[in-house]
């Protein structure tokens, strides 16, 4: 099973700027995408970024444009940068690993979940 954590959260002001990393270990051939997903109290789990092991990447409209997934397959990390950050983005942000990267561009069928990383954006 893979074992991921998650760093690189904190507090920033609208529209600056955060980073979050997250290091994997343990993959698995079933691991096929990895992803951001994130979730504000109140509300559900959604996604925000994924990628397919191949480098093919995909995002949720509100962060289209704003967020860029990437991985450094050397490292076994995960990064997601986030940029112009809107009080919206505030939320709890877990990274995770796949076993299927669909059609329509969502990491699913989650197999490993990391601890999460808490954002805050201020007005």
């Known amino acids: 099973q893979v074992q991921l954590v998650e760093s690189g959260g904190g507090s920033v002001q609208s529209g600056g700027s955060l980073t979050l990393s997250c290091t994997a270990s343990g993959y698995t051939t079933s691991t096929y995408c990895m992803g951001w997903f994130r979730q504000a109290p109140g509300k559900e789990r959604e996604g925000v970024a994924a990628?397919?092991?191949?480098?093919?990447?995909s995002y949720a409209d509100s962060v289209k444009g704003r967020f860029t997934i990437s991985q450094d397959n050397a490292k076994n990390t995960l990064y997601l940068q986030m940029s112009s950050l809107k009080p919206e983005d505030t939320a709890m942000y877990f990274c995770a690993a796949g076993e299927i990267y669909s059609t329509g561009g969502r990491c699913m069928r989650i197999a490993s979940w990391g601890q999460g990383t808490q954002v805050t954006v201020s007005s």
């Open positions: 990628i397919h092991r191949g480098g093919v990447t």
